[in-house]
């Protein structure tokens, strides 16, 4: 795989929207998601952008600028869609961090949880046929760059660790271990949201988003789907690389004890 392919370079803007029949578009313009997802990306990119002063090794610092260069294009790209496409949405205003570690740190361990079921989704939309594979296809950078993105977080999590002085190395761990458990309380909701149509959360849209696909695919089914997904993804980077463990191994929990049928 070519250094090319881990890095699109992209202009949302100038991307030439696929028609869409009159159903296709009023399927894409029911999904209750754009708002969020456009919100999200930007709150997301204003705080990986503002932690990137934060970080006093300037290679180090490229990267996280870069990841949060590409969050913000994340977010063009969905105005740029919902424009396009007539989805009404309001632009969200800037976002101001407040604890720079703490806010970075509390999106990296969010888009751990987003981007594992993104990975999913995005290969329902593409193998269901409900839109058109040239619309799809538009996002497969975005979900790419998310894999990148974890990626680097987790191993930058991993290295921000070892920095720290052995003593100041435990209370390190409890703030992530905090801010973890708030991710996974603010998705606890989730599987039973999989099967109501009407909830929806700025902090679980990806992940209760499978119905909204026109699937009818079981939370079983879309944790499979998710797993291999992930692997497949992850598999294309060195291996020497630490990997995303917390989310993957949740749901292969949940996918070996759920019955088939939920």
Not at 30 to 42: K, R
């Amino acid at each position: 795989m070519r250094l090319r392919n881990f890095c699109e370079v992209f202009e949302p803007e100038a991307i030439r929207w696929p028609a869409l029949g009159e159903a296709e578009r009023t399927r894409l313009v029911g999904l209750p998601f754009w708002q969020e997802a456009v919100s999200t990306e930007s709150r997301t990119s204003g705080k990986v952008m503002a932690a990137a002063q934060l970080e006093p090794d300037a290679e180090l610092r490229k990267v996280i600028e870069l990841q949060g260069f590409e969050e913000k294009r994340h977010a063009r790209l969905l105005a740029a869609l919902t424009s396009h496409y007539r989805i009404p949405i309001q632009t969200p205003p800037p976002h101001v961090p407040r604890s720079l570690e703490n806010e970075f740190l509390l999106a990296g361990f969010g888009e751990c949880f987003d981007s594992f079921f993104a990975f999913g989704l995005i290969d329902i939309a593409r193998s269901s046929g409900i839109f058109t594979p040239e619309l799809v296809q538009i996002f497969e950078p975005v979900v790419q760059e998310e894999a990148r993105h974890i990626l680097f977080f987790v191993n930058w999590v991993k290295y921000r660790r070892a920095q720290l002085p052995w003593w100041k190395r435990p209370l390190f761990r409890l703030r992530c271990g905090y801010l973890i458990l708030k991710q996974v309380a603010s998705r606890v909701g989730t599987a039973k949201a999989f099967n109501e149509a009407d909830t929806r959360s700025a902090d679980n849209f990806t992940m209760t988003s499978a119905q909204d696909l026109g699937s009818n695919l079981t939370l079983h089914d879309l944790l499979g789907r998710c797993l291999a997904e992930n692997d497949r993804r992850m598999a294309l980077y060195d291996p020497r690389l630490v990997r995303p463990r917390l989310v993957p191994t949740l749901a292969r929990l949940f996918y070996r004890i759920l019955p088939a049928n939920i």
